[in-house]
C-alpha cells in the first residue's frame, strides 16, 4: 500500500514536470514570436538660446462683445444667424417691450401736458413782470408768479428726463451691433425668456487677433511690452509674428503665473478666434535666452511618482527612460535632464509598450 501511494506520487510530480515544461516551452515560443508594435516616434530639438518659450493661450479677436439685457421679457425677433454679417446699429434681437411702449406714450403724454402748462406759466409770468415794471402788480404777485414759472419749468424737464430714461431702456428692448463684424454665436432663440445678465448674442470684428497666454515667473524678467513675439498656430502649422501689447504686474490671483497679450501683425493667414497657438518670444540678448527641450505630454508614461519617455534603442526596442521635467507650455512639457538633443522618442503606439519590446516605426 505504503509503495503504491509513492508510485502514484511519483508520477504525478513527473507528469506535472512535463506539464510545466510545455507551458514553458509556448511562453518561450510565444514572446519569440511575438509581433513588433506600430509606433509613431520623433526627434529631440532643442530650440534656439535666444528666445524664450513663454507659454500658450487661445487667439481671440481684438474688437469683440457678448450682448445681454437689463430687463427681461420673451424673445420677439433674432434676425441673425451664426456666421452673418452686420453693420454698426443693426437689429440682433428684439426683445417684448409692451410695457415699454405703454410707459413711453405716458410719458409722452405727460410731456404734452407740462408742455402747455410751461407755456402759460411762462407768458403769465413775462406779462406780470411787464406789469411790475409798470406799478401795476405788486412783488408778492409776481413772486408767486414766478414761482409758478419754475414749478412748471422743472416739471417740463422732469418729464424730458423720463422720455430719455425710457429711451435707453429701448436700446436693452432692441439689442443693436456696437460695431461691424461677424455674429459668433447666439444664446437664445425666438420665443425664449430673456433674463437680465444673461448672453443673448456675440459679435467680433474680424482682422485684428490677439493671444492672451501666463508666462512662468522665471521668464517674467525678460519681458517687457513691445517684445517680438512669434506665435505657432498648431491647427494652421504656421507661425506669425507679433509683439507683446500688455503685461501683468502681479501674479498674486492667477497662481503664480502673469497674465501676458501678444497682439499678432496682419497676415494672410485663415486664423480664428479659439485656435491655440505657443507664445515664443525673442529675448534682448543671449544669456536672457535659453535652450529649451520639449515634448508632448502625450509621450510621457507615468509610474507613481517618476514620470519618463520610451525612446528609441538599437533593434528597434523600446526603452524607458526617466526624466526630470520643468514648465508646462500647452500641450509641451519642458525637459530638463534625461533627454539630448537627436535622440528618438516614442510618440505614440498601437499597442502596448514595456521595456524591450520589439517596435516598428510608422
Not at 509606433?39 to 524664450?52: K, Y
Not at 413782470?129 to 414749478?151: G, H, I, P, V, W
Request: aromatic residues 6%; proline residues 2%; hydrophobic residues 40%.
Amino acid at each position: 500500500m505504503k509503495n503504491t501511494t509513492i508510485y502514484k506520487g511519483f508520477m504525478l510530480t513527473l507528469t506535472l514536470g512535463f506539464f510545466l515544461m510545455g507551458c514553458g516551452s509556448d511562453e518561450k515560443q510565444t514572446v519569440k514570436s511575438a509581433e513588433a508594435v506600430p509606433v509613431t516616434i520623433a526627434e529631440v530639438e532643442s530650440d534656439d538660446s535666444n528666445t524664450i518659450l513663454a507659454g500658450s493661450g487661445q487667439i481671440q479677436a481684438l474688437n469683440s462683445a457678448t450682448l445681454s439685457t437689463r430687463m427681461m421679457g420673451h424673445v420677439e425677433s433674432l434676425p441673425v444667424k451664426i456666421g452673418q454679417q452686420v453693420n454698426k446699429g443693426d437689429l440682433l434681437i428684439s426683445i417684448n417691450n409692451m410695457d415699454l411702449r405703454a410707459k413711453k406714450a405716458q410719458v409722452e403724454a405727460s410731456i404734452t401736458e407740462a408742455t402747455v402748462a410751461f407755456n402759460n406759466a411762462k407768458k403769465d409770468y413775462e406779462r406780470f413782470q411787464n406789469l411790475f415794471n409798470e406799478n401795476s402788480a405788486s412783488q408778492k404777485e409776481l413772486d408767486d408768479m414766478t414761482a409758478r414759472y419754475e414749478m412748471a419749468k422743472a416739471r417740463l424737464e422732469a418729464a424730458n428726463q423720463m422720455k430719455n430714461e425710457v429711451n435707453s431702456q429701448f436700446a436693452y428692448a432692441n439689442i443693436r451691433a456696437p460695431f461691424s463684424g461677424v455674429v459668433t454665436n447666439t444664446y437664445i432663440d425666438e420665443g425664449d425668456m430673456a433674463n437680465p445678465g444673461v448672453p443673448l448674442v456675440s459679435v467680433e470684428s474680424p482682422g485684428g487677433f490677439e493671444v492672451e497666454a501666463k508666462v512662468a515667473e522665471n521668464n517674467i524678467s525678460a519681458i517687457k511690452v513691445g517684445t517680438k513675439a512669434h506665435i505657432l498656430v498648431k491647427a494652421l502649422d504656421t507661425t506669425i509674428t507679433g509683439k507683446v501689447s500688455e503685461l501683468s504686474a502681479s501674479a498674486q490671483n492667477t497662481g503664480g503665473q502673469y497674465v501676458m497679450k501678444v497682439v499678432l501683425d496682419k497676415t494672410e493667414a485663415k486664423i480664428l478666434s479659439g485656435m491655440y497657438a505657443t507664445v515664443r518670444l525673442e529675448a534682448e540678448n543671449e544669456s536672457e535666452g535659453r535652450t529649451v527641450v520639449t515634448v508632448p505630454s502625450k509621450a510621457l508614461v507615468h509610474k507613481g511618482q517618476l514620470t519618463g519617455v520610451y525612446t528609441l534603442g538599437q533593434d528597434n526596442v523600446a526603452l524607458l527612460r526617466w526624466l526630470r521635467l520643468g514648465d508646462t507650455y500647452g500641450d509641451e512639457v519642458e525637459v530638463l535632464s534625461g533627454l539630448s538633443e537627436g535622440d528618438q522618442y516614442i510618440v505614440s503606439a498601437e499597442g502596448k509598450l514595456y521595456n524591450g519590446v520589439k517596435v516598428s516605426i510608422q
